[in-house]
């Protein structure tokens, strides 16, 4: 004689079909749903409308060390990376569903209602006012913050390298002299004399570097620049 195989789906069914009424099954759920949907909105008013705050109540044995950040180390990167360091009032992006759980999930396990949530981001990403990778940010205290998550796709490898004039001064200044210096390279050899010298060269350099330094400035002030370590904590969109 052959024995019928258990069927765990099954056995668990009829248990639950014996302890839980159906009907008071669905509204229970139902009710759960209807909390974490409540739950979802609540934290993304918080995200959107909240303003900064400087601690929130985090349980430090529930802490994970490699989580935890000081405000100047979060300073270096967004001054090396040209990214802006802001409330998350000021993001235009879409926060993702696994953000939110990490969220309901680091409450329940500090027994807090986190607040004053920061964001890094490209300065594309906020919603900055007139004058590729965000992090989430809560504040601990004493200028110390918790990486909550971190979502969408890692800054392009050459990003480093296209924002390094941008650093400071002393490096646009740099950019600018080797710009000028292959712009006179690159004029023929005998367009201005027949005989070729040192001095004629400096002179053409010299008129390229101010051609050069005028364009650089000019779009700058018209387009609102400003050196990395002036913006990384900066809502305005021409600071």
């Known amino acids: 004689m052959r024995l019928k195989t258990t069927n765990i789906p099954e056995k668990l069914s009829a248990l639950r079909d014996r302890e839980v009424n159906e009907e008071v099954l669905l509204r229970e759920v139902k009710e759960i749903l209807r909390k974490e949907e409540a739950k979802d909105s609540e934290i993304l008013e918080t995200l959107s409308k909240g303003k900064g705050t400087l601690t929130n109540s985090f349980d430090f044995d529930q802490l994970e060390t490699g989580r935890i950040f000081h405000k100047e180390q979060i300073k270096k990167i967004c001054i090396e ?31 807090t209602s986190l607040k004053g949530f920061k964001i890094v981001a490209p300065s594309k990403l ?56 292959l712009f006179t390279l690159m004029v ?29 400035i000019f779009y700058g002030f018209a ?12 809502k305005y969109f021409n600071a």
């Open 81 to 111: 990376y040209r990214l802006r360091f802001l409330d998350s009032r000021y993001f235009k992006g879409e926060i993702p569903v696994e953000a939110l759980s990490r969220i309901k999930r680091l409450e329940t396990q500090h027994d």
């Open 126 to 181: 906020f919603k900055l006012e007139d004058k590729n990778d965000p992090l989430l940010f809560a504040p601990i205290g004493n200028d110390y913050f918790y990486l909550i998550h971190h979502w969408g796709n890692d800054l392009h490898p050459l990003r480093r390298l296209f924002v390094w004039p941008f650093k400071n001064i002393i490096n646009l200044s740099l950019l600018v002299l080797l710009m000028s210096y």
């Open 188 to 216: 023929p050899e005998g367009l201005f004399s027949k005989n070729n010298s040192t001095g004629e060269f400096w002179i053409i350099f010299f008129f390229m570097f101010k051609s050069v330094a005028a364009i650089v």
């Open 223 to 234: 387009l609102g620049k400003n050196f990395n370590h002036a913006i990384w904590n900066s």
